[in-house]
T-cell receptor, first 112, second 118 residues
């Protein structure tokens, strides 16, 4: 059974810092991996999706990497802003069911 | 991109009543939709997979008679919480996968429904 772990659980940083959020998974036979953002009381917004054959994806200040063999993905946020404050969730889609397994998320606060 | 609309955003109901939550795929047809439940500061727990034209597949531990799922069309799935009790209070989110983009199999989520049972 796939298990997804996200570290750290919470992070509070001053504006402008570069951040790294970590996601690890136990079964490397994945189809793809997706990073989401969730604002309080809101649904999920997809940030980046990395297919199993890819090593990284970039969108603006966000960069996500994938190392399937070691069961890890990182989300890099450059020059953090207060508007980046949210919970970031990692979801792993395994082959077969194609249903994502979520980590518990990293709660990020960027203060001015 | 794919859009999933969920309604209502929040609902307060009395204990013992039933509540229906709708999930619509606006610009694509979804033969499969997924219903999740999220407790405070917890991750998303898959409750059931909704299949158009057939019975939903429920995850272990989820009561079928409590959480009724209907997927009558390719763009609409509904979750009805029957005889709701305060312990059913939670955040419910639906999701669908756009079949037009099979290579990515990316999931799109609704905005969620905050259910409070008093």
């Amino acid at each position: 059974k796939q298990e997804v772990t996200q570290i750290p659980a919470a992070l509070s940083v001053p504006e402008g810092e570069n951040l790294v959020l970590n996601c690890s998974f136990t079964d490397s036979a994945i189809y793809n991996l997706q990073w989401f953002r969730q604002d309080p009381g809101k649904g999920l917004t997809s940030l980046l999706l990395i297919q199993s054959s890819q090593r990284e994806q970039t969108s603006g200040r966000l960069n996500a990497s994938l190392d399937k063999s070691s069961g890890r993905s990182t989300l890099y946020i450059a020059a953090s802003q207060p508007g980046d404050s949210a919970t970031y969730l990692c979801a792993v889609i395994s082959g077969g069911s194609y249903i994502p397994t979520f980590g518990r998320g990293t709660s990020l606060i960027v203060h001015p | 991109g794919a859009v999933v609309s969920q309604h209502p955003s929040w609902v307060i109901c009395k204990s013992g009543t039933s509540v229906k939550i709708e999930c619509r795929s606006l610009d694509f047809q979804a033969t499969t939709m997924f219903w999740y439940r999220q407790f405070p500061k917890q991750s998303l727990m898959l409750m059931a997979t909704s299949n158009e034209g057939s019975k939903a597949t429920y995850e272990q531990g989820v009561e079928k008679d409590k959480f009724l799922i209907n997927h009558a069309s390719l763009t609409l799935s509904t979750l009805t919480v029957t005889s709701a009790h305060p312990e059913d209070s939670s955040f419910y989110i639906c999701s669908a996968r756009d079949p037009r983009d099979p290579a990515n199999y990316g999931y799109t989520f609704g905005s969620g429904t905050r259910l409070t049972v008093v």
